[in-house]
């Protein structure tokens, strides 16, 4: 499998989904903001909205109504639910909130990365690959493309695992949200 794409400027209609999974999470005014093919919505609202669909009233001690329309008062709350461990719903909400806005503050130091070092027409950044010693292209037009992974998998082993590991966490986080629904 081959990833040519981690940072895009393009619309989110015109992305493919390898695209839209490294372009999900970005910053604007000061917020983290994920979007998909459906909304572009802030971190906040979309880990509010999980709590809303899911929580079918079982935690009405542990948030008022304020963790829904103040930011500082969902600040403290998503602080307060990171010491909860991931097999409760608590912890699994602070848990993708914070992935949420990390995945963000990435993008942009990627993106930031990218702008500074790209110039008119095609910039190259030629670093020798750590695993085969072979020269790359880091950089090419808006995205970061690595040449060698036609003869390198090094890349490819490390996307492996990550997919390996997104989907453990996805299924994690549907057990989760079964036995929260079921109790």
Not at 57 to 81: C, I, L, R
Not at 118 to 139: F, I, Q, S, T
Request: with cysteine.
């Amino acid at each position: 499998m081959k990833y040519s794409h981690v940072i895009c400027n393009k619309p989110v209609q015109d992305m493919d989904t390898i695209e839209l999974a490294t372009n999900s999470c970005y910053a604007k005014d000061g917020e983290a903001w994920y979007r998909n093919y459906d909304e572009d919505v802030t971190a906040r609202d979309y880990a509010r909205r999980i709590v809303k669909e899911f929580d079918r009233g079982k935690y009405k001690d542990s948030v008022d109504e304020s963790f829904f329309t103040d930011d500082e008062e969902f600040d403290e709350t998503m602080f307060d639910w990171c010491s909860y461990d991931v097999d409760c719903f608590q912890g699994f909400v602070a848990l993708f909130y914070r992935n949420l806005w990390a995945m963000a503050e990435v993008y942009e130091e990627l993106k930031d990365a990218l702008n500074k070092d790209l110039k008119e027409g095609e910039a190259k950044m030629d670093k020798p690959c750590k695993h085969c010693g072979k020269a790359v292209n880091a950089l090419r037009g808006e995205a970061f493309e690595q040449e060698c992974f036609g003869t390198c998998d090094a890349y490819d082993r490390w996307a492996d695992a990550t997919h390996k590991a997104l989907n453990e966490l996805l299924k994690h986080g549907v057990e989760i949200l079964e036995r929260h629904g079921e109790s």
